[in-house]
């Protein structure tokens, strides 16, 4: 089995990578190769640097929508083992070991601990390691990164997001016990501790839709549309930030679920209100906004 294939960590999965992942499935389909995606299980900063970036995607949710652009084979690997290759050793590595025998290289992307600039010089080690190289069609313009959508999240800018991921934004964590705001308002909300380095949007109200998974990750729970509040409550002279999000009509226990958020749009910034009377009237009113 040969293969067609390119090389990224691809957080998000976002309309820049499914385009390059467009050109891999055509590549492959017109030299008659299965397409395959060679990516790794950590960001190459985290050992690179000690340091990764904030996540737009866990390793699940990045490999799982991988999986779904179309792609025959995905190539999971670890990035301590392979870190110290040239390009041309780990081009090696990949025609040897898996068989690829083209590779598409993203317009901007470059890889090997000998830090090659010039495509001209992936070529020529390519050629050395038995790979054909070959470099992606220009992104149209304004092209998409994942660094643009983290900071369009950060800033709170979610529709932004939303539009370059080409899907909405969510994030997931364990339902935990908080400081029981919520019920004393009237209105009980999950407090939601997310998953390690996953990109938290930036402080305020968002409409959201929530899905509550079983412990076991099997049985699955839709509620239609929640609010939910990223910030320390400042009314109450709360520090911490927390994730707390309401989901009207319901009333069940969510201690210990793994939940999802999708966040739709944003509805406020954070603000401090004069009286616990005035907070409750607003969350009152940011709920009549999911309608």
Do not use: W
């Not at 390793?59 to 929508?65: A, G, I, S, V």
């Not at 652009?69 to 990949?94: K, N, P, S, W």
């Amino acid at each position: 089995m040969k293969l067609a294939a390119t090389i990224g960590f691809f957080d998000g999965v976002h309309r820049g990578h499914r385009f390059l992942l467009a050109q891999l499935r055509a590549t492959a389909e017109r030299e008659g190769l299965e397409s395959a995606v060679v990516t790794f299980r950590e960001h190459p900063k985290l050992l690179l640097t000690g340091q990764s970036p904030a996540l737009l995607t866990t390793t699940e949710e990045r490999l799982r929508l991988l999986s779904q652009t179309g792609i025959d084979h995905l190539i999971c690997l670890d990035f301590a083992a392979v870190q110290q290759l040239t390009a041309e050793a780990f081009m090696r590595l990949l025609h040897e070991q898996y068989g690829v025998d083209i590779l598409l290289m993203g317009y901007d992307h470059r890889f090997g601990s000998d830090r090659l600039i010039a495509i001209d010089d992936y070529i020529a080690r390519g050629e050395a390691a038995g790979i054909r190289v070959r470099l992606q069609e220009q992104a149209p313009a304004g092209a998409v990164s994942s660094t643009r959508i983290r900071r369009a999240l950060q800033a709170g800018h979610i529709s932004e997001a939303n539009e370059l991921l080409g899907y909405a934004y969510t994030l997931s964590g364990t339902v935990v016990h908080g400081r029981g705001l919520g019920h004393q308002l009237g209105f009980p909300t999950a407090n939601i501790e997310p998953e390690a380095l996953k990109l938290i949007p930036a402080p305020g109200v968002y409409a959201t839709r929530f899905a509550g998974l079983q412990p076991d990750k099997i049985s699955i729970v839709n509620y239609p549309l929640s609010i939910t509040n990223i910030g320390s409550n400042p009314t109450v002279g709360n520090t911490d930030t927390t994730i707390e999000t309401h989901i009207p009509d319901f009333r069940g226990d969510l201690y210990g679920r793994h939940v999802t958020l999708t966040f739709l749009r944003r509805i406020r910034g954070e603000q401090r209100f004069p009286s616990l009377d005035a907070l409750r009237r607003q969350i009152a009113a940011d709920i009549r906004q999911l309608d």
